[in-house]
C-alpha cells in the first residue's frame, strides 16, 4: 500500500468521553495515570456478598478476590433530562443510563451539536457481554417478568443511543467477549471508509452486577487472587474485573478537518482476525493468530511497525497471555527497530483492571491522551519480569515511571491491541494529531464584545453550569488558554440550545466570568446588537451567530454538561422527580402514581399522552393501582382517561370504594 494512499482513508477521534474506575472523564484518567494511581478497591455490597463468596483457597461457588474495579455512582441518572420516568429510570439496565450520559458527553466533546445529527447515516457500535439488570430481573420469579424488560436486551444498547439522537445509519452489538469494543472501533472504521456513515459513535459499556462470571473464572484460575492486574510480572495470577463506559466520536479525517473539528488523533488503520485452528483449543491463545493481526493493521495503516513509539497492550496480567502477546510485539515491531529505541509497551488494566468488552475501548481513550501529551505513563505491579519473556532478546521495555514519547520530527505512532476469550484478536494504529494552532487567549484588538450563550435542560443545571463556566473563563481556569471568540463560536454553534437560557456579554474573560456571577464590570450598551441578541436569545429564540463576534471561531473544549442525577436502583425506595401540584388534590394517588410514571411536568388540563403515558406507562399504571387499591382493574378502565383530571377523579373514585 502507497503511502499516499493511507490519508483518505484515515479517521478522526474528534470526541471522547468515559467513566472508568476513579475518574469519570478523560481528563480524570489521565491524572490517574500520570500520578501512578491503582483505582481498584473493595467489592461494595451492593454488587454481591463477597464475604459469602470469597475463599483464598480455590473451588466451586467460590471466588478468588475480594477487589476489582468499580465506577462510582453507577445507579445515578439524570432521568429528566432523558425524558424518562422514575419508574423507566429504575426498570432501566444502568448499562443504557450511563451510555447515554457518556454518549451525550462524547458528542459535547467533539463539538458536534446533537440537533444537526438528527436523522443523519450516523453509526453507532458497542462492544458488550453482558445483561446483568435483565438476568437479575428474570430471577425474582415469574410473577416478577413484566414487559418493561423488552428494553434490557443487548441489541438496545446501540438502538438506545440510534433513537434519542435520531441517528439512522447501523446500529450494532458487537460481543467478541474482551475485544469486542476495539472491534466496535473497526467496524466503525470500515463504515466511515466505505463512506457508509459520515459520523460513527464506538462504545464499549461493562457494569457487573452479579457475581457469576466471576465465579466461573475464579474456578478456571484466571481471576488475580489480590484483584490486580500484573501485566508482564512474575507474579501475574490473572485479571482483575472492572466496569467500564467508553465512548469515541470518529469522523473521516478529510470530514473533521473541512468541518472545522478539533483532532484528538488519527485512527491510520485497523485489522481483526480469529486464531482459526493455530492453537489446540479454542480457548488457548496464539501466537500465530496475533503476528497476523499485528501485521495486517500496520499494512492497513500503512505504517512500517519499526516506527511505532508505543502500544497499549492487551495486557490482562494472565501467565499464559502475557508471554504470547510480548513476543508477538517483539517479533512484529521489533524487526529493523534501532537499538537505542525500544518499543515501549503498556496497559491500563494495571490502573483500573480489566473491563471485558470495553477494556479496548478504555486503552485506545488512554492511548489518545498519550499522545496529545507526548507522555507514556507507567505500568503498575511490575515487580519482577516474567521469566517466561526473552527480555534480553525482544526490543520492548514496560515503563516503571512517567516518560516522554521520543521527539522524531514526525508524529508518533501507537498501536492498541485487544484479544477475547471468542480468540478473535483486534489492533487499532493511531498517529498524533497535527499542531492545533489556536491562538492566545487575549482581548479583541479593538476591545471587540463577545455573547456567551448558555442552556440547560432544567433551572437547577443552568446554575450549575453558569457556575462551571465562571471557573472556566477566570485565571487558571481551562478555558484561559482559548481565545473569547472560539469559546464563545464554540458554545454557540457546538452545543444544543435547551430551554432554560442565559445570554452575557464581554470584552474579555473576566468580564464574561464577572457578568456570569451577576457582577458585570462592562457591557454593551442596551441599543447595541449583542444586547438584542442575548435578550432575544434568553427569551428563546434563535441566535445571529453572524452578530455575536464577527468572524467564526474555532472549536475548543468546553465545560461539561452538568447532570442533574438520582438514584435509581430496583428493590430500593423510588426518588421522586417532582414534587406533588398545588390545590385540591395535592399527592393524592393520581400524583402518587403519575409522579413516577410521567415524563414531565403536569397538571390537571395535561393530557396523558403528552406527559409520556404511552400504552406500557398505562399497563404499568394499572398493575400499581391494582395493588395499591386492593381490587382488580382492567386496562380498559384507563383507557378511556384523557387528562390528568380525569384520572385524579377515577383514582378518587376507586380509593373511595376501597373505604
Known sequence: MNRSDVDPRSVAVIGMACRLPGASAPDELWALLRDAVDATSETPPDRYDVDALYSPEPGRGRIAARRGGYVDGVAEFDAGFFGMSATEATELDPQQRLLLMTAWEALEDAGQNPDRLAGSRSGVFVGNTRADHLEL????????????????????????????FDLRGPSVV??????????????????????????????????????????????????????????????ADGYSPSDAVAVVVLKRLTDALADGDRVRAVIRGSAVGNDGRTSDSVLNPSLQGQLDVLRWAYEDAGVDPADVDYVEAHGAGSPALDPLELRALGEVLGAGRPADRPLLVGSVKTNIGHAEAAGGLAGLIKTVLCLEHGQIPATLHLDTPHPGVDWDALPLTLPDKLQDLPVLGRPAVAGVGGQGSSALNAHVVLAQAGPRDLPPAAPEPDGTPHLLALSAHSADALRALTAAYARYLRPGGAGASYALRDICHSAAVRRRHHAHRLAVTGRTHEELAAALTGTPAAAPAADHPLTAAADRYAAGGDLDTATMSGAPGRCVPLPAYPWQTRRYRAGEARHEDRTPQDGPGAGDLADRVLREHARTGFDDTSTLTDIGIDSLAKLRIVVELAQRCGREIEPEELGGLRTVGELRQWTLTLEAAGR
Not at 137 to 164: E, I, K, Y
Not at 210 to 215: K, N, T, V
Request: aromatic share 4%; proline share 6%; net charge positive.
Open 174 to 235: 458487537v460481543d467478541t467477549a474482551c475485544s469486542s469494543s476495539l472491534v466496535a472501533v473497526h467496524q466503525a472504521v470500515q463504515s466511515l471508509r466505505s463512506g457508509e456513515t459520515p459520523l460513527a459513535l464506538a462504545a464499549g459499556v461493562n457494569v457487573p452486577l452479579r457475581p457469576d462470571e466471576g465465579l466461573v473464572l475464579s474456578h478456571a484460575g484466571a481471576m488475580a487472587r489480590d484483584g490486580r492486574c500484573k501485566f508482564g510480572d512474575a507474579g
Open 137 to 164: 430481573a428474570l430471577r425474582r420469579g415469574p410473577d416478577s417478568v413484566t414487559a418493561a424488560q423488552l428494553h434490557n436486551f443487548r441489541s438496545l444498547l446501540p438502538a438506545r443511543l440510534s433513537h434519542f
